[in-house]
């Protein structure tokens, strides 16, 4: 990754939200949003785009935080777990997790719930098979994927949406 040679102001649309900020373009969108923006249910995993617990939405499409650099946006909206609920409730699917009782640590749950967004808005009943293979970006390192699958299909069958 080659290195901005200064800071700059860039606008970023964030849960609906346009915030100004002046930063390196080359800073990964994951620093910006915890640091810059104090969202910090964005989480640092691996640093390597591996495991997940960075994801968030950019123009509805699930992705690595920590591997987008903020320059590279280009005014995009970036939906981040703080975006998810809306008038102060819950969505559907972060009232199945609860439900579910999808999360142990919980240090990976806003990765999941970011990405299983996605896969709602794309497929609004999908099987077994399509959460888990869908999923199987996102790690879990205290084995409750069997429950976030089941949570996934739970706030699918209340049909209430995302």
Same mark, same amino acid.
């Given at each position: 990754?080659?290195?901005?040679?200064? %800071?700059? /102001?860039?606008?970023?649309?964030?849960?609906?939200? =346009?915030?100004?900020?002046?930063?390196? /373009?080359? =800073? /990964?969108?994951?620093?910006?949003?915890?640091?810059?923006?104090?969202?910090?249910?964005?989480?640092?995993?691996?640093?390597? +785009?591996?495991?997940?617990?960075?994801?968030?939405?950019?123009? +509805?499409?699930?992705?690595?935080?920590? $591997?987008?650099?903020?320059?590279?946006?280009?005014?995009?909206?970036?939906? %981040?777990?703080? +975006?998810?609920?809306?008038?102060?409730?819950?969505?559907?699917?972060?009232?199945?997790?609860?439900?579910?009782?999808?999360?142990?640590?919980?240090?990976? %749950?806003? +990765?999941?719930?970011?990405?299983?967004?996605?896969?709602?808005?794309?497929?609004?009943?999908?099987?077994?098979? $399509?959460?888990? $293979?869908?999923? $199987?970006?996102?790690?879990?390192?205290?084995? =409750?994927? /069997?429950?976030?699958?089941?949570?996934?299909?739970?706030?699918?069958?209340?049909?209430?949406?995302?």
């Amino acid at each position: 990754m080659a290195e901005s040679t200064g %800071t700059a /102001p860039i606008e970023l649309l964030v849960n609906g939200k =346009t915030h100004k900020v002046i930063v390196y /373009p080359d =800073t /990964p969108l994951l620093w910006v949003l915890r640091d810059e923006l104090d969202l910090t249910g964005t989480k640092y995993g691996c640093g390597e +785009g591996q495991c997940g617990a960075c994801t968030v939405l950019i123009a +509805g499409v699930p992705m690595r935080s920590c $591997q987008m650099q903020v320059g590279n946006i280009g005014g995009k909206p970036i939906t %981040t777990i703080e +975006g998810l609920a809306q008038d102060d409730r819950l969505s559907a699917l972060q009232q199945a997790f609860l439900e579910k009782d999808a999360m142990q640590c919980a240090y990976c %749950t806003s +990765g999941f719930l970011v990405a299983s967004t996605a896969l709602l808005r794309s497929n609004a009943h999908p099987s077994t098979q $399509q959460v888990a $293979q869908f999923l $199987q970006g996102n790690i879990c390192r205290c084995g =409750t994927h /069997p429950r976030i699958i089941a949570a996934v299909q739970r706030a699918a069958e209340m049909g209430k949406g995302v």
